[in-house]
């Protein structure tokens, strides 16, 4: 239950449902073009010096570290990225406040962004989607809400049972094997496939952010009802 209404929440799940459908209406060579211009290319990015203009005009620079926040490749990582904020955002954004949870998400996609690129940093293909920034929003509930339950699909065989489970066990779980992946591919050239690093640097600047930024929350209300 949330004191107030997840507006931004919302709205960012919006914008990339939107950005979404815009990308279906692409030809395909345009929509490779989007992806390759807007998405995060470390090599890109720690090469930018070096790169010949006919390369650089190709794509976004550092502005494609924000830009590739809103850009999903498919329906199955759009609703994945989406169906966690939508699980997850509204409490967050509840505790930090509506600017804050703004400032806040954007900054942990970021952040993941960056992280993706110290570990990867000569990879030429293009990372897309929230999943950082969402990362963030997980790492933050993780340590605002740890006795929260969340219902889950947990993979059984060939079956997917419906289990409540705690928050804390569920989003420890899932940073634990990201973590676990991401070691697994140091040293591995990248052939495309899930940012694991960036999955991490998200969750991790999420717990930490959060906490800032809701101390200082606190303090202000504080000082405001005195």
Same mark, same amino acid.
């Given at each position: 239950?949330?004191?107030?209404?997840?507006?931004?929440?919302?709205?960012?799940?919006?914008?990339?449902?939107?950005?979404?459908?815009?990308?279906?209406?692409?030809?395909?060579?345009?929509?490779?073009?989007?992806?390759?211009?807007?998405?995060?290319?470390?090599?890109?990015?720690?090469?930018?010096?070096?790169?010949?203009?006919?390369?650089?005009?190709?794509? /976004?620079?550092?502005?494609?570290?924000?830009?590739?926040?809103?850009?999903?490749?498919?329906?199955?990582?759009?609703? /994945?990225?989406?169906?966690?904020?939508?699980?997850?955002?509204?409490?967050?954004?509840?505790?930090?406040?509506?600017?804050?949870?703004?400032?806040?998400?954007?900054?942990?996609?970021?952040?993941?962004?960056?992280?993706?690129?110290?570990?990867?940093?000569?990879?030429?293909?293009?990372?897309?989607?929230?999943?950082?920034?969402?990362?963030?929003?997980?790492?933050?509930?993780?340590?605002?809400?740890? /006795?929260?339950?969340?219902?889950?699909?947990?993979?059984?065989?060939?079956?997917?049972?419906?289990?409540?489970?705690?928050?804390?066990?569920?989003?420890?779980?899932?940073?634990?094997?990201?973590?676990?992946?991401?070691?697994?591919?140091?040293?591995?050239?990248?052939?495309?496939?899930?940012?694991?690093?960036?999955?991490?640097?998200?969750?991790?600047?999420?717990?930490?952010?959060?906490?800032?930024?809701?101390?200082?929350?606190?303090?202000?209300?504080?000082?405001?009802?005195?």
């Amino acid at each position: 239950m949330t004191r107030s209404r997840s507006y931004i929440n919302w709205m960012l799940i919006i914008v990339n449902i939107l950005v979404f459908a815009w990308e279906l209406s692409l030809p395909e060579p345009a929509l490779q073009e989007f992806v390759v211009k807007w998405g995060v290319i470390p090599g890109v990015i720690t090469n930018y010096r070096n790169l010949p203009p006919e390369v650089l005009v190709q794509t /976004g620079g550092l502005l494609s570290m924000f830009t590739s926040l809103f850009i999903h490749v498919g329906w199955v990582h759009l609703v /994945g990225n989406m169906l966690y904020l939508f699980v997850f955002g509204d409490n967050v954004e509840d505790i930090l406040g509506h600017f804050r949870y703004l400032f806040f998400y954007l900054a942990a996609g970021v952040c993941a962004s960056i992280t993706h690129v110290v570990f990867d940093p000569n990879s030429m293909l293009p990372m897309v989607g929230a999943s950082g920034a969402v990362a963030g929003v997980m790492g933050a509930y993780f340590v605002n809400f740890p /006795g929260a339950r969340v219902i889950a699909l947990v993979p059984v065989g060939c079956l997917l049972p419906v289990v409540e489970l705690p928050a804390l066990v569920f989003l420890l779980v899932w940073f634990a094997t990201n973590l676990m992946s991401g070691v697994a591919s140091i040293g591995v050239q990248a052939q495309g496939g899930v940012a694991f690093w960036a999955h991490v640097g998200g969750f991790v600047v999420g717990m930490f952010l959060s906490i800032i930024l809701r101390r200082t929350n606190m303090r202000r209300s504080y000082d405001i009802d005195a």
